[in-house]
């Protein structure tokens, strides 16, 4: 057994990962609590506090799959997976999407194993009522890829030898949220809308990063077309920050914004990658995609997006980043999320 010491890998990381790790707990038992209060402005403020927990936690997932606040692989991972338990991720195993994600860079190619766009074109009621429901803001597409999620080990062929674990986090999570369901069913209601909140956000982040489509190559490997080629990655790699003239919003999403830079150095911890997109960019607008663009782009395409695949390469770099930033172009994505490792 490894008796490593619990070593941060970044001087700066007691500060940023600790306060990034301790404001998830906290606000996530705040938010939680407040659910609880016979308070309409209470319980509104609460759901928000509970689906931002989530969505830091989901954050944190990320830059411990990087190994990026610990210098031992198996302290970012018990960190990975007590976030995962937080942001309701831990149905499938912190390594598996750490694999995916890893995946995602080192091949330069979105790695999937449900090729959803032919689920869904073979069915075709069930895409009909995920439109309905996207249309009401209701994130139906992503509520069945984390549906895959919850039960993994029964669905993906490849995971069966998870099923003991698999079966032990849904009587545990279920279990909870039955009971919760029964006795306090406004506190679950409110907890499901938390749940919701936090996947339009991730989502909300990961629809307009890349242009490229998804390839089934998960579990059979093929050589991907673009692997170690970082000028195309740059290239069919899009940034949207938050803000850049109030920088410090994009913390509300550990500055997931700043992709290209991310790409450039994925190595890079969260709170260092606007300083690596200055250098990459000097903080040039016409290298982002501005934040009311990708406002505009999430809701008119919110319909438009189920059933709709990626259109591959432009003819030229620059096509997809200048359609978007006019707020007209690219539907963009829904179900590139990290959480999902399928």
């Known amino acids: ?16 990962y600790g306060g990034a790790v301790l404001y998830a707990t906290v606000a996530y038992g705040l938010g939680f609590a407040g659910l609880f209060v016979d308070d309409l402005a209470v319980n509104a403020i609460a759901t928000l506090l509970l689906g931002h927990a989530m969505t830091i936690a989901a954050y944190m997932i990320h830059e411990c799959g990087h190994n990026l606040v610990f210098e031992h692989s198996r302290h970012n991972a018990v960190l990975g997976r007590v976030m995962s338990w937080l942001c309701g991720a831990a149905y499938g195993t912190y390594e598996d999407m750490r694999y995916k994600h890893f995946r995602h860079h080192v091949d330069n190619d979105d790695v999937v194993w449900f090729d959803y766009d032919a689920f869904f074109d ?12 996207e249309w009401l803001y209701i994130p139906a597409h992503d509520l069945i890829m984390h549906t895959v999620m919850v039960f993994t080990s029964f669905i993906i062929p490849q995971r069966r030898n998870q099923r003991r674990r698999n079966t032990t ?16 069913p406004k506190v679950a209601l409110l907890y499901m809308i938390a749940y919701l909140l936090m996947m339009h956000v991730l989502r909300f982040m990961d629809s307009v ?14 050589p991907p077309p673009h692997k170690g080629d970082l000028e195309w990655e740059q290239l069919h790699t899009f940034s949207n920050p938050v803000s850049l003239r109030f920088p410090k919003l994009n913390w509300l999403v550990l500055n997931f914004g700043y992709h290209n830079a991310h790409h450039a ?20 607008p016409g290298r982002v995609i501005p934040f009311w ?28 980043l200048r359609t978007a930033q006019s707020g007209v172009g690219p539907v963009g994505g829904n179900a590139a999320s990290f959480l999902t490792s399928f």
């Open 169 to 184: 986090v849904i009587l545990v999570r279920g279990g909870l949220f039955l009971l919760l369901l029964v006795a306090f």
């Open 293 to 320: 663009a990708q406002l505009r782009l999430y809701h008119r395409n919110r319909v438009q997006r189920v059933y709709n695949p990626q259109p591959g390469d432009y003819p030229k770099g620059l096509d997809y």
């Open 265 to 284: 150095d994925m190595n890079v911890p969260w709170f260092r990658l606007p300083a690596l997109h200055e250098d990459l960019t000097r903080n040039d």
């Open 209 to 222: 990063q890349h242009d490229y489509p998804y390839n089934t190559t998960l579990f059979e490997y093929k």
């Open 1 to 16: 057994m490894s008796t490593s010491r619990l070593k941060i890998k970044d001087p700066q990381g007691w500060l940023y």
């Open 122 to 133: 073979k069915h075709p009621f069930l895409t009909t009522v995920t439109r309905a429901l």
